[in-house]
């Protein structure tokens, strides 16, 4: 059973705001099923001299507690509507306190470094289990490189850098070093955007020309890794909790930004799908709201203002290059989604340091490396083992990965051929063009989701599906136009 927090109405005149909770339950019928339940007299009028941002992220972070509470005792189970409503009421008060311990003053706060940001070394002093924590990140580099894994990408990224290098992820604290050292080209700037704080404090105190400054001067200016600045500016962060500094996050969403958990925007600021906007090379989002993350609305919004990221010489198709989009993954559907998990919950967790501190983990990788973060999941999935399961979906998303990226391979050198026999009209080949640009996107769109399918297996088989049907349509046409 989980709260979740709907989009709080606007204030009322005393400044107070209201959420309303709803619980889960799974269909016993179909245990994959869930429902949606409203909870009786569920309003919390919320009434606090904080900000409304201020309070949804604490009503987020109770909500975590909550939850592993409640999971606890009675998951799936109904609970009785007065213990409910004295959890709510509970719940609500201790939100007030919260929040109004918020105000009191901050605490002192450590020197910038030269770049302006207070980098995770001087919060040592002050956190030194979470900088630890944050330090173990240097651990995580064992890479994949997937052009050996995967040899036939090079042909569908033909022309690309992603063509020439292209490994797996790895920890937070080698994201500088990284982007310096891929043979990608990488000419400007922009680049930078997703590696260090230092750019982003650039771009937050210079502007958006920032983005188009040359890369290897800019690169030489550049201290810290992603670091406390990303998800915490210069801010004390048991105060302030989670700060979303990349802007283009917030100018994209608008609105729409306070409807979604700090603890996914945080990470959403990089874990996303993006763009350069082809005139100022500023990073852009191409979406502005939920409604719009999925591959197809961002498909439309790209064939719309006629974005390339490449134009591929062999076939001569304009083609798509998806990143990363793991937030719009995650948040196309998924079960953890609906019941309010967060990206947090399952990659950072708490954790105890052996002298008994209590503290949350910055060690960012797969919940399944770390005991803790099994815990929480055993809180749900009781008897199960984590590692089969995510391992079974994962083997049957990558297994059609590749038999999709195969067909996607041999629709290319079809339409390669066609090309290169020159007695076809633009017309009949744009219109195969088309499908093939449309059709390598669906299945990129799954093939570069770092979980491999775990965060929403049901979302990667729709890419893949939808892959598949467009790659038959292109092969029927390339078969017309040679009958
Ligand atoms: C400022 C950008 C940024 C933010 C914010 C960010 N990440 Fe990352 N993350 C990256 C980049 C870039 C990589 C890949 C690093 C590499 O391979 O060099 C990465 C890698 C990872 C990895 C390691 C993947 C692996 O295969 O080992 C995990 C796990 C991860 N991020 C989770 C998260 C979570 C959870 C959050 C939010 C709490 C988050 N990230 C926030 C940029 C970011
Ligand atoms: C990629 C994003 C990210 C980065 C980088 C990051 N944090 Fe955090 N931090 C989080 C999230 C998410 C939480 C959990 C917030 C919550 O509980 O809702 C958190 C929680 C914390 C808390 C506890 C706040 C509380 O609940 O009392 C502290 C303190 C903290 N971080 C310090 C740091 C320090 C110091 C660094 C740099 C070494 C750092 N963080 C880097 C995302 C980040
Ligand atoms: C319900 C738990 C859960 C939630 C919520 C969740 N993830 Fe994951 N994530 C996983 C699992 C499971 C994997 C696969 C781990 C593996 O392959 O060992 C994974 C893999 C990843 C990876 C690749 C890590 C690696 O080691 O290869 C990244 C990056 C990542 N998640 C980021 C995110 C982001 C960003 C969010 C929020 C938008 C998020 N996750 C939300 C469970 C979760
Ligand atoms: C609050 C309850 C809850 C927690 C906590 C939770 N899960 Fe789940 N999870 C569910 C439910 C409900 C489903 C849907 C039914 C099913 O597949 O078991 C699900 C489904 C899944 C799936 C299948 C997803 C898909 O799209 O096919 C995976 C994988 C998974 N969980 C992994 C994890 C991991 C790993 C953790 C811990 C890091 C975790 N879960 C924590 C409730 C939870």
């Known amino acids: 059973m989980i709260f979740r927090c709907k989009d709080p109405a606007e204030n009322d005149s005393q400044g107070c705001f209201f959420m309303e909770c709803f619980y889960f339950r799974t269909d016993p019928e179909n245990s994959s099923a869930l429902q949606q339940e409203s909870i009786y007299d569920s309003q919390i009028r919320i009434c606090t001299n904080t900000t409304r941002r201020e309070c949804i992220s604490v009503f987020y972070r109770m909500l975590r507690e909550y939850t592993k509470f409640i999971c606890d005792r009675t998951f799936f189970m109904r609970m009785e509507e007065a213990v409910m409503k004295k959890k709510i009421i509970f719940a609500a008060l201790a939100l007030s306190l919260a929040c109004s311990g918020m105000l009191v003053q901050?605490?002192?706060?450590p020197e910038p470094g030269e770049n302006g940001i207070i980098t995770a070394e001087s919060w040592r002093e002050m956190y030194p289990e979470i900088v630890a924590s944050f330090d173990a990140n240097?651990?995580?580099?064992?890479?994949?490189?997937?052009?050996?894994?995967?040899?036939?990408?090079?042909?569908l990224y033909e022309g690309y850098g992603f063509a020439i290098d292209y490994t797996s992820a790895v920890g937070h604290t080698y994201c500088l070093e990284d982007?310096?050292?891929?043979?990608?080209?990488?000419?400007?700037?922009?680049?930078?955007?997703?590696k260090t704080p230092d750019f982003t404090k650039m771009v937050n105190d210079i502007g958006e020309e920032v983005y188009s400054y040359d890369f290897q001067e800019?690169?030489?200016?550049?201290?810290?890794?992603?670091g406390c600045y990303s998800c915490h500016e210069n801010k004390v962060p048991e105060e302030n909790n989670l700060s979303v500094?990349?802007?283009?996050?917030?100018?994209a969403l608008g609105e729409e930004y306070d409807g979604i958990a700090p603890e996914i925007l945080a990470c959403g600021q990089c874990h996303i799908e993006y763009y350069f906007d082809p005139e100022t090379k500023a990073t852009r989002m191409p979406h502005s709201d939920i409604a719009t993350m999925g591959p197809e609305a961002t498909l439309a919004y790209f064939d719309e203002m006629d974005f390339a990221d490449w134009t591929q010489e062999s076939t001569g198709?304009?083609?798509?290059?998806?990143?990363?989009p793991e937030m719009?993954?995650?948040?196309?559907?998924?079960?953890?989604?609906?019941?309010?998990?967060?990206?947090?919950?399952?990659?950072?967790g708490e954790s105890t340091s052996e002298a008994g501190v209590t503290y949350v983990n910055h060690y960012w990788r797969s919940p399944l490396e770390n005991a803790d973060l099994l815990e929480t999941c055993a809180q749900c999935h009781k008897d199960t083992d984590m590692k089969e399961k995510v391992q079974a979906i994962q083997d049957e998303i990558t297994a059609r990965e590749s038999e999709v990226g195969h067909a996607l391979s041999d629709l290319k050198d079809g339409l390669a051929e066609a090309v290169a026999a020159g007695s076809y009209t633009d017309d009949q080949l744009d219109e195969i063009r088309k499908i093939y640009r449309s059709a390598q996107w669906y299945w990129d769109y799954c093939y570069v989701e770092n979980s491999e399918g775990a965060h929403n297996s049901a979302f990667a088989r729709e890419c893949?599906?939808?892959?598949?049907?467009?790659?038959?349509?292109?092969?029927?046409?390339?078969?017309?136009?040679e009958a």
């Open 464 to 481: 893949l599906d939808k892959s598949e049907e467009l790659i038959g349509e292109g092969v029927a046409k390339l078969e017309a136009l």
């Open 328 to 348: 719009e993954t995650y948040l196309s559907g998924s079960f953890h989604a609906k019941m309010g998990l967060t990206c947090a919950d399952c990659h950072m």
């Open 317 to 324: 198709t304009r083609m798509l290059k998806a990143q990363h």
């Open 106 to 109: 901050a605490a002192q706060l």
């Open 245 to 251: 500094t990349h802007s283009y996050i917030t100018m």
């Open 218 to 226: 800019t690169y030489g200016s550049m201290v810290e890794s992603v």
């Open 138 to 155: 240097n651990d995580n580099n064992y890479r994949i490189s997937y052009i050996e894994e995967d040899p036939y990408i090079t042909n």
């Open 179 to 194: 982007v310096y050292n891929t043979e990608r080209p990488h000419a400007l700037a922009n680049c930078l955007t997703c």
